[in-house]
């Protein structure tokens, strides 16, 4: 059977090239970049390489990106270093409901330990309105942390105009781009943020390696004790194999980006205009065009999201829910919750998310195997057969 990868946004595949560059620091290029011979010499000459990848892909300078472990990584040093580098000054953190789990649950770990969070709705797009944003600042407000886009459901939030409002106010400003980063245009300096967290499995890098940029003059605490790697600020040998593949990661997934995107987001629009024609009662999440070029999710009415991907997956189609069940919750998705829907319309939740090796035949299969799927689970639900009672 053939299979159809369509869960980009869970991790990608680590591509040929990116393999290629990593594999001499396991075995040739293998010396510590902290040592001062010829092994640890050209080991740290490819840490300032992948540094300088990283940095010009999004726009900073060099010496303003530190690598971390994944994005959780960096959004926990983020906020918590922020937060706890500024306690004089205030208590007070600003987020939104939508967060990825790596922001919310640190936002409630600061709560046990003295922090005020101020957690902001979202329209029924799933943006964050900057007016709110500027509302909730008070004189005890230390950080704003932001998406930059939804991992569910592909919302871009208006990050830049809510950087003015932060600068405007001497708060710091952080922004979660694990989904955005390699998929849309980023310039970290135009945009006016002054943390940004990325993470490699979602462009094509290996898992477990990430980065935090951090602008120049921003002072947040030191991530983790131990010797003065990453400039003295997160103790640990360098994972040097993981950070070349980064490295060359980000620069092939921005080397024609705005091209890229423009690719993926026909792939997208052809599988949301097919799906919402074939399928009755179904409804799009997130905003129409300001969405990530990848990312498709919809609800579907009268079926349970677990048993859909189910089926997806016998058909040789691989996707993700907006149910948790198969994490071992049954509550559906707080995203889903927050833009207004019902619990039982959440539960029938689909995310489709495309890649660099997903094809048009791809969008065709998906296209022609979902409606029978959704028909079939809905013949079979009590709930559809009474939808009109």
């Known amino acids: 059977m053939d299979r159809i990868y369509m869960d980009n946004a869970a991790t990608t595949r680590v591509k040929p090239e990116v393999r290629d560059a990593m594999l001499p620091f396991y075995d040739e290029v293998f010396g510590n970049p902290s040592t001062i011979y010829y092994y640890g010499r050209e080991a740290h000459k490819a840490l300032d390489h992948a540094r300088q990848q990283v940095a010009a892909a999004i726009g900073a300078d060099k010496d303003e990106i530190y690598f971390t472990s994944c994005g959780t990584e960096s959004d926990n040093w983020?906020?918590?270093?922020?937060a706890f580098a500024h306690q004089k000054k205030g208590n007070h953190i600003i987020t939104s409901a939508i967060e990825h789990h790596a922001v919310?649950?640190?936002?409630?770990?600061?709560?046990k330990h003295g922090f005020e969070v101020t957690y902001l709705p979202v329209?029924?797009?799933?943006?964050v309105n900057p007016a709110d944003v500027e509302k909730a600042i008070t004189d005890k407000t230390i950080l704003i942390t932001i998406m930059f886009a939804n991992n569910e459901i592909g919302t871009i939030q208006p990050i830049a105009e809510i950087a003015k409002i932060a600068k405007a106010h001497n708060v710091l400003f952080h922004t979660d781009a694990v989904q955005a980063?390699?998929?849309?245009?980023?310039?970290?300096?135009?945009?006016?943020?002054d943390m940004l967290s990325l993470s490699g499995h979602k462009f094509y890098a290996p898992k477990g390696v990430g980065a935090l940029y951090i602008r120049r003059g921003v002072r947040i605490?030191?991530?983790?004790?131990?010797?003065?790697?990453?400039?003295?600020?997160?103790?640990?040998?360098?994972?040097?194999?993981?950070?070349?593949?980064?490295?060359?990661?980000?620069?092939?997934?921005?080397?024609?980006?705005?091209?890229?995107?423009?690719k993926l987001a026909h792939m997208r629009d052809r599988l949301i205009d097919g799906i919402l024609a074939e399928i009755p009662d179904v409804k799009l999440n997130g905003h129409r065009t300001e969405r990530l070029p990848n990312n498709v999710n919809v609800s579907i009415r009268y079926i349970e999201g677990e048993a859909l991907l189910l089926r997806l997956d016998l058909a040789g189609i691989a996707a993700s829910s907006g149910s948790a069940c198969t994490s071992g919750s049954l509550d559906p998705s707080h995203v889903l919750l927050a833009i207004g829907l019902p619990h039982e319309v959440a539960h029938g939740s689909l995310r489709l998310s495309l890649g660099d090796f997903n094809t048009e035949h791809d969008v065709d299969v998906v296209l022609e195997k979902l409606p029978e799927i959704v028909k079939t689970l809905r013949d079979m639900s009590p709930l559809y057969a009474d939808r009109n009672q």
């Open 104 to 111: 919310l649950h640190t936002c409630a770990w600061l709560e």
């Open 78 to 82: 983020a906020i918590k270093g922020a």
């Open 181 to 193: 980063v390699g998929a849309v245009p980023i310039n970290v300096h135009e945009l006016g943020v």
């Open 221 to 262: 605490d030191i991530n983790q004790q131990g010797g003065a790697q990453e400039r003295g600020k997160r103790g640990g040998t360098e994972n040097m194999a993981q950070i070349v593949g980064l490295g060359k990661a980000i620069e092939m997934a921005t080397a024609d980006v705005e091209g890229h995107a423009k």
């Open 123 to 127: 329209d029924e797009y799933g943006r």
